[in-house]
């Protein structure tokens, strides 16, 4: 086996990963700056794919239909953190969160506040499907859309168990979708794609 570095090839090699609390204090110590694009996921700092306009416009239209149609009944989190226990804090691009009269200003919502989260996708599908979506079924948010710009579909993932999400559809163009915590809040595919 040929070795580098002191480790043979193909081994893995350790990684020192970070907790949630020290992803904070890098960000306090400025190592971090305000203005970087990245989350901790499973330990790692990575960074966040450029948003492009189809994403951002596609974000202000979720954001907008949800605020409008679930009300008071859900609070609306635009790309802001969900801590996902000691080693992740994603930063998912739409949350619907249970409302409460803080709107989460003591600390950032976990798994345990979250009804819905929608990853949208221009360029990042195959990263979202193989590390975000699983992340998520493993701390048990209950519903997770992926909105595929590049596919002209929305992937639905609900009933997380043993790191994995049950259940899986997909609603094209002229399918209609709504939040399993909030059935009442529809919204045509159309609307949501653009």
């Avoid at 971090?32 to 989350?39: F, H, Y």
């Avoid at 239209?61 to 969900?82: I, M, W, Y």
């Avoid at 949208?120 to 998520?136: F, M, Q």
């Avoid at 049950?166 to 653009?194: F, H, N, S």
Wanted: some cysteine; overall charge negative; hydrophobic content about 45%.
């Amino acid at each position: 086996m040929v070795q580098k570095g002191g480790f043979a090839m193909g081994a893995p090699i350790p990684r020192r990963l970070f907790t949630v609390e020290e992803y904070h204090l890098m960000a306090q110590a400025g190592v971090l700056s305000e203005d970087e694009r990245v989350e901790l996921v499973e330990g790692e700092v990575v960074l966040m794919t450029p948003i492009g306009s189809r994403h951002a416009a596609c974000v202000k239209r979720l954001n907008r239909l949800f605020s409008t149609r679930a009300g008071a009944k859900a609070v609306v989190g635009v790309q802001d953190p969900v801590t996902l226990g000691a080693y992740s804090e994603p930063q998912p691009d739409v949350a619907l969160l249970k409302p409460r009269a803080d709107f989460y200003a003591s600390a950032h919502p976990g798994p345990e506040d979250v009804l819905l989260v929608v990853e949208v996708s221009e360029s990042s599908a195959a990263y979202d499907l193989e590390v975000k979506i699983p992340l998520y079924a493993r701390a048990g948010i209950p519903e997770v859309w992926l909105v595929d710009l590049d596919a002209r579909e929305i992937r639905v993932y609900r009933e997380p168990a043993s790191g994995r999400y049950r259940q899986a559809a997909t609603v094209p163009r002229g399918g209609k979708i709504a939040p399993a915590a909030l059935p009442e809040v529809v919204l045509a595919a159309d609307e949501v794609l653009g």
